[in-house]
């Protein structure tokens, strides 16, 4: 059987685009020359990088004039994994908006939103991740493991006149760490449906043996309607907590391309101010 790809592409590059979430290599410039002073970042990782490749020396069979730093080594492996990560969130982001209206309430199975919401989230969380160590290697010249090197990183920001970059990179990555919560939930809790509905029919059996009567097993006056406003409310619950995971998915996509950003504007300073 033959999938149009295209049309999947599409789909979800749709939905993509209806929440804000955007390739990141659509930002830094508002036109083919003019930067876009929002984005800048962007530009000046694409103009002046940490290090910049010798490729004349290569297509000329010439040495490089010098070696390139372990820092700028690190540097420039962080922010592309970073680019590689975000952008692997964001196709796994797609998935999940793709298949979240097919996610039905009263389900005892995993879902394929559940499958693509698990593997955006652990995306989102390492692109944070690398932002982290950039901004640790940018400052402190390496990543140690060190209690509080993060915060270290942002102090010496704050001594070189980049104080306001600084608070701007400790409230965004607060903000992440929704994300990563949602994944040390599932990684470290529940992952699953049927791990959940486990829960519940356990938590309904001991309720039931502890009152020695099943939940409104007494209630014999109406019990169709019972059911089936409880019914209702369980369904309303249960989308709602659907859209909210889709939201967070999607929240957390544009709080890190903000924060990408901030970070590779922040490295260019911090580098400028270094050689002055």
């Not at 530009?43 to 004039?65: I, R, V």
Request: glycine share 6%; aromatic share 10%; with cysteine.
């Amino acid at each position: 059987m033959t999938v149009d790809l295209d049309v999947l592409r599409n789909t979800t590059e749709e939905l993509l685009r209806g929440r804000g979430v955007f390739d990141v290599d659509a930002f830094g410039w508002l036109n083919e020359n003019d930067v876009d002073p929002e984005f800048v970042g962007y530009a000046m990782w694409a103009l002046s990088p940490p290090y910049d490749h010798d490729f004349d020396g290569w297509q000329n069979n010439t040495p490089p004039a010098r070696a390139p730093t372990k820092a700028e080594q690190q540097l420039m492996e962080l922010g592309h994994d970073f680019f590689g990560l975000i952008k692997t969130a964001r196709y796994f982001i797609g998935h999940a908006l793709l298949h979240q209206p097919a996610v039905l309430p009263f389900r005892i199975e995993p879902t394929d939103f559940d499958f693509n919401e698990f593997a955006a989230l652990v995306a989102l969380t390492a692109a944070a991740d690398r932002l982290s160590d950039f901004i640790i290697v940018t400052t402190l010249g390496r990543k140690t493991n060190e209690q509080g090197e993060r915060n270290k990183a942002c102090d010496k920001l704050r001594l070189s006149a980049l104080g306001s970059e600084a608070d701007a990179l400790q409230e965004g990555f607060k903000t992440i760490g929704k994300a990563r919560e949602a994944r040390q939930k599932v990684v470290h809790g529940l992952a699953t449906q049927p791990a959940h509905v486990q829960k519940r029919l356990i938590a309904a059996d001991r309720e039931a043996f502890e009152k020695q009567r099943w939940h409104a097993a007494g209630n014999r006056e109406a019990p169709h309607e019972d059911v089936i406003r409880e019914g209702e409310r369980f369904e309303a619950k249960e989308r709602a907590d659907v859209e909210a995971r889709a939201k967070l998915l999607c929240d957390c996509y544009v709080k890190l391309v903000k924060m990408g950003e901030l970070s590779f504007r922040t490295e260019h300073d911090w580098r400028q101010r270094q050689k002055s």
